[in-house]
Nanobody
Framework: QSQLVESGGGLVQAGGSLTLSCTAS???????HAWFRQAPGKDREHVAT????????YYSEFSQGRFIISRSDAKDTVYLQMNSLSPDDAAVYYC????????????????WGQGTQVTVSS
């Protein structure tokens, strides 16, 4: 029974947009949340991180300017708005949470969702 549940994945054409959601089933006060992605045969890589307030965001280079990470007003849902998608963005996208501060290393994150598939056609 995961504490984080992703949704919103699907098939989009190159150049299109998609918004993913991650909903927490427990209290989220003080937690950082992040999106990671993993394509077949590749390592899991960091996409974006947001602090608990939602005011501080961190982006990996490939997502900077194209993706937006945000929180709901109630702080229980984290979104990833993805724009200008390309086939290189196709992957399983995972939501993660941790205490303390941001990190780009998957092993530093404590809680994980099951992932949602994003497919981009060219």
């Amino acid at each position: 029974q995961s504490q984080l549940v992703e949704s919103g994945g699907g098939l989009v054409q190159a150049g299109g947009s998609l918004t993913l959601s991650c909903t927490a089933s427990t209290r989220t006060y003080g937690l950082y949340h992040a999106w990671f992605r993993q394509a077949p045969g590749k390592d899991r890589e960091h996409v974006a991180t947001v602090d608990w307030s939602g005011d501080v965001q961190y982006y990996s280079e490939f997502s900077q300017g194209r993706f937006i990470i945000s929180r709901s007003d109630a702080k229980d849902t984290v979104y990833l708005q993805m724009n200008s998608l390309s086939p290189d963005d196709a992957a399983v996208y995972y939501c993660a949470a941790k205490l303390g501060g941001p990190s780009q290393r998957p092993s530093d994150w404590t809680w994980w969702g099951q992932g949602t598939q994003v497919t981009v056609s060219s």
